[in-house]
């Protein structure tokens, strides 16, 4: 099945089915033309390409699909490509909730798409809509938004990459990942901007990306089985994090809280935190203890300076 956004309709219920998890380009299209149509929210029911192979195996299986409840959903009708002319006069929503449905999509909540053409017809016809942070509906699209924004980065903080040699004497940095939604795409630009100069893969359950130093490419999804093993420069790292820890600082519930127990076992400096954790308060009254250091050189003053006194 292709990646084109497709709809049936009947009088009972429009039907939409996307190309993808992430269709956000298919969605913007569907739910302007849709509006346009005056198509209220209750006639219209969103899927996936994905869904649409899900139902057609379920009915192989004697089972009920996400279509099979009503008959006029599977009725032959129009469809339409997302490259489609957008209508005449495209309605004029706040560029915020178009920024926030952008990031939504991601999420994996089944019911993010109608949530999402719910609102838009709302603020449509409810003028005072935009007005109402209280409004049910916008506060759960607000609640996904942070949701997702939160994997992302998570994301950022928690990829862990090891190098590979390649046969042309390079190296390949891969890391293993597995987000909450399907942020792997959307956060890959970050990742090159952020290590521009090696090349690198992040691998995970949803898709995979590589950056080859020029340009990003998409991949398949993986398995934790392909990403590399641990190497010497992961025991250098370890033995970095266990001199650095800091015993008089250790917070463990809002260690916890900044990092979800969930991301421990694709960390290899968790490996450390039971270790460090249970010594923490033994290390923190040796410090205590123990006498004051002293410097073992003055800085001398510079010029125009006074000895002891800041500059001005």
């Known amino acids: ?17 996307l190309g993808h998890a992430t269709d956000w380009a298919g969605f913007r299209a569907a739910a302007r033309t849709l509006l346009q149509g005056g198509r209220p929210p209750q006639q219209v029911q969103w899927f996936t390409a994905a869904d649409a192979a899900g139902d057609l195996f379920a009915e192989g299986s004697g089972e009920a699909g996400p279509a099979a409840a009503d008959d006029a959903v599977r009725a032959p009708g129009a469809s339409f490509s997302p490259d489609a002319p957008p209508p005449a006069s495209p309605p004029r929503v706040p560029r915020e909730f178009l920024q926030q449905c952008e990031r939504v999509v991601l999420h994996r909540d089944p019911g993010r798409f109608a949530l999402m053409y719910r609102l838009l017809w709302r603020l449509a016809h409810e003028p005072g809509l935009r007005h109402d942070p209280l409004d049910p509906d916008r506060l759960r699209l607000q609640h996904l938004d942070r949701a997702v924004k939160r994997d992302m980065h998570k994301m950022r903080a928690f990829v862990r990459f090891r190098p590979v040699p390649e046969p042309d004497g390079g190296t390949l940095h891969i890391a293993w990942f597995e987000p909450d939604h399907w942020i792997t795409e959307a956060n890959a630009p970050f990742f090159a901007r ?80 039971g270790e460090l954790a249970q010594t923490a308060q033994t290390r923190s009254m040796r410090m205590v203890e123990a006498p004051g250091t002293v410097p073992r050189r003055r800085i001398a003053a510079g010029p125009g300076r006074a000895a002891g006194r800041p500059a001005e």
């Open 1 to 17: 099945m292709d990646d084109a956004t497709t709809t049936t309709a009947t009088d009972a219920v429009t039907t939409v089915t």
């Open 194 to 273: 952020r290590f521009t100069q090696m090349r690198w893969a992040i691998l995970t359950p949803d898709a995979s990306v590589h950056w080859d130093g020029q340009r990003l490419h998409r991949g398949p999804a993986a398995q934790r089985s392909d990403a590399p093993p641990p190497d010497a420069g992961e025991a250098l790292w370890l033995t970095y994090y266990r001199n650095i820890f800091n015993p008089a600082r250790l917070k463990l519930d809002m260690m916890r809280k900044e990092m979800p127990t969930r991301y421990w076992k694709n960390l290899p400096e968790a490996t450390l935190i």
